[in-house]
């Protein structure tokens, strides 16, 4: 510790008189660089110290040789101890040696040391941060550097596979309360995480130091080149200025300001080593933070989103709306959100401006619409094409003119009610074409398109997911009556308390997974089709979502190509909005 070497350093002086950067770092076991900054340390705390230049020269106490600490001012003995007085918190040797100056002191200086020793304590914990506690094995590895002893290590490392290696131990650094170990090794120096360290075993073998090496600027190069791989993936992010501060603090040096934009919003570059790095710590702030470039950190962002609405999505009631206008007034020009437990049967809104609300997941049948401007909505209703669907507009059913329509966009779709086994394997065969060419289509799109959403849908690998889902629930436990069908990627709707949800994944799976799981399911449709029988698809089976309400191996059978058409022409969808980008 640093306070144990100035105590150090006083004492040689007074013992010599007169001591050079040399001398020291022999005695003391540093390098020359380092006793050179411990004496100019001293100087400018006050401490009267004083180079001599020239051949018999050195450093040495002001009023000679013998001098001892009865010839510092009240001001100087202050500074002193209030500079070593901190270093000594968590060492009993150091509190021992600041006992031993400050007896050494005249009598009417010792009260205000004593004080300044004390006045100064460093916790370096942050607010809410863990206390961590000092490696055990710190004390032993000091002991081998300063003899010079070599050290037989047992390593974790980052994969925590343990390996055995024989080190030089040079140094110790304590950073942030994480000590490293900076050793001399058969390729070279390396550096080594003290808490990865399962064992060290000091050796009867000694080592000299290199005389070139000074730990502080062996550090600054390992903090140099540690920063640089902390910042390969780089983005342009948008605040407001107010919490600019706030978000430099999170990214500490990796956040660089880059001016502001016309509406007055800062603009700054944050790095990170990987995209999905930098969408983490961004994630947290939500709206208040926009994201320009790279599409790599909008998609984790997206994707990220993405995972948390399908997890934890909650809708809030009109009251609870209310709360947060008043708890985050930045939020007060997003639109109010009715839930589940608003019921608005049978309401009437009169003269009401609604433009531009969402309605999700909404039961809107039987609603009646006069004199309303619809220009530019957007409805999405997989049901329309049931029997006895009705979509009437300015007196026209329109429900018949989408699903031709449907039918012309999508070839094969037509045939997704088929009755018998060769038109179920020829509507098949179509919807797996079908498929096959949107799946080369979004592998030729940009890395990251099949985890971007829009609108806060799923992507489409999310897409991929739920179909999984669908093909288990109707082909494994609809048809089949298998007890526990469901692929562990499969990606069920929020809110289903039904099913047994621990089965599913709680990570992210790759694209590439998501395609095999995809790939399996597809063909098991597809070797169930190529063998069932007219008398197979009237065979009755359960609902698997309401098993009182009858079903039959056909209905089952157009339950899943409806799932899959419609979530197909979701993907096209959203694959669209996507090629043509946010704002067109």
Not at 159 to 166: A, D, I, Q, S, Y
Not at 247 to 267: E, I, M, S
Not at 323 to 336: G, I, K, Y
Request: glycine letters at 8%.
């Amino acid at each position: 510790m640093r306070a144990d070497r100035l105590v150090a350093v006083l004492l040689l002086m007074q013992n010599r008189g007169r001591v050079t950067a040399a001398d020291l770092a022999r005695e003391l076991e540093v390098s020359v660089a380092t006793a050179r900054r411990d004496l100019e340390a001293l100087s400018a705390a006050g401490v009267p110290v004083y180079p001599q230049p020239g051949r018999g020269g050195g450093w040495s106490l002001v009023g000679g040789a013998r001098t001892d600490l009865s010839g510092l001012s009240a001001t100087e003995a202050r500074a002193l101890f209030l500079l070593l007085g901190p270093a000594t918190t968590d060492s009993g040797a150091a509190r021992s040696a600041l006992r031993k100056l400050v007896r050494a002191l005249p009598q009417t200086f010792r009260a205000d040391a004593e004080a300044a020793a004390g006045a100064t304590m460093v916790d370096p914990t942050r607010w809410g941060d863990r206390e961590r506690d000092r490696p055990a094995l710190v004390d032993r590895l000091q002991d081998a550097v300063v003899a010079r002893r070599r050290v037989r290590l047992t390593y974790g490392g980052r994969t925590g596979e343990r390996t055995e290696r024989l080190v030089d131990p040079w140094g110790l650094v304590d950073k942030d309360e994480v000590w490293y170990l900076v050793a001399g090794t058969d390729r070279g120096q390396r550096t080594f995480r003290v808490d990865r360290i399962v064992a060290a075993e000091a050796t009867d073998g000694r080592f000299d130091r290199p005389n070139e090496f000074a730990l502080d600027e062996a550090w600054r190069r390992v903090v140099g080149e540690v920063e640089a791989k902390r910042s390969t993936t780089s983005a342009t992010v948008l605040i407001d200025t107010r919490f600019a501060p706030i978000l430099r603090d999170h990214f500490g040096r990796h956040c660089h300001p880059d001016g502001r934009t016309d509406d007055g919003r800062a603009r700054l570059r944050v790095s990170a080593p990987t995209a999905l790095d930098i969408a983490r710590t961004l994630a947290g702030w939500g709206f208040l933070v926009e994201v320009v470039d790279p599409d790599a950190v909008r998609a984790e962002l997206a994707h990220i989103g993405a995972e948390l609405t399908a997890r934890h999505a909650v809708n809030m009631s009109v009251e609870v709306r209310k709360l947060r206008a008043v708890a985050a007034p930045e939020e007060e020009n997003l639109m109010a959100t009715f839930s589940q437990s608003d019921d608005l049967r049978n309401a009437e809104f009169r003269d009401v401006n609604l433009r531009g609300a969402r309605f999700v997941e909404c039961d809107l049948s039987g609603v009646v619409m006069r004199g309303v401007d619809i220009a530019g909505s957007d409805i999405d209703a997989p049901w329309l094409s049931e029997d006895g669907s009705v979509l009437r507009v300015n007196g026209v059913d329109v429900a018949p003119f989408v699903d031709t329509e449907l039918n012309r966009r999508f070839p094969g779709r037509a045939e997704r009610r088929a009755a018998d086994p060769d038109g179920l394997r020829s509507a098949w065969a179509a919807l797996e074409r079908t498929w096959a060419a949107t799946l080369d289509r979004a592998a030729a799109m940009p890395a990251g398109t099949v985890d971007v959403t829009v609108d806060g849908e799923w992507s489409f690998a999310q897409t991929l997911r739920h179909l999984v889902l669908a093909t288990d629930m109707w082909l494994g436990r609809a048809i089949m009556e298998l007890e526990q069908p469901f692929h562990p990627l499969g990606l069920m709707h929020t809110g289903n308390d039904a099913f047994d949800m621990s089965v599913f994944t709680t990570h992210t799976p790759t694209y590439a997974e998501v395609l095999e799981a995809r790939a399996d399911r597809v063909s098991m449709v597809r070797d169930v089709l190529a063998r069932i029988t007219p008398e197979d698809l009237a065979a009755a089976r359960r609902n698997p979502h309401n098993p009182e309400h009858p079903q039959t191996v056909r209905s089952c059978l157009h339950v899943i190509l409806e799932e899959e058409w419609e979530h197909h022409r979701f993907a096209v969808r959203d694959l669209d909005a996507i090629e043509v980008g946010p704002g067109a």
